[in-house]
C-alpha cells in the first residue's frame, strides 16, 4: 500500500504529469514521469478508465498496479511524480507482465 505522502491527490497534479511528463508506452499501460523540482517523495497516481472493465475490474487492476509501484518505491528517484494509465488489455493481464512493464518503465524513466 502507498502511504498518503506517495500518491498523487488533486486534478490539477495529474494533468500537469500527464502533459508535461516523459511518457513510456507498454503493451498494457503507458507511464508518465515528471521530475519535479520540489523535494519530496516519489508519488505515484493511477488512471483505470471504464474502458478497462466494470468497477471490480477498475478496482482490481489499481490495487494490483499500487502493490506494484510499492515495490519499486525504494528505486524510484525522490520528487518524481508518476502517473500510470491502465488500458483495457491490463484487465486480463497477468501480474508478472504487469510488473515486467511497470518496472521497466521506472527503470527507464524515473530512476
Do not use: W
Not at 12 to 21: H, I, Q
Not at 41 to 69: D, E, H, M, Y
Request: overall charge positive; proline content about 5%.
Amino acid at each position: 500500500m502507498l502511504a498518503r505522502p506517495n500518491r498523487l491527490t488533486r486534478g490539477a497534479e495529474y494533468k500537469a504529469v500527464v502533459r508535461r511528463g516523459r511518457r513510456c508506452a507498454g503493451a498494457h499501460t503507458v507511464t508518465y514521469v515528471n521530475s519535479a523540482v520540489a523535494d519530496g517523495p516519489a508519488r505515484f497516481g493511477f488512471i483505470v478508465s471504464k474502458q478497462v472493465g466494470g468497477a471490480v475490474v477498475r478496482n482490481t487492476v489499481r490495487r494490483r498496479l499500487k502493490a506494484l509501484c510499492a515495490e519499486a518505491l525504494p528505486a524510484v528517484r525522490d520528487g518524481n511524480d508518476i502517473v500510470i494509465r491502465a488500458l483495457p488489455s491490463a484487465a486480463t493481464a497477468p501480474f508478472s507482465e504487469l510488473r515486467d512493464e511497470v518496472a521497466r518503465c521506472l527503470a527507464r524513466r524515473a530512476a
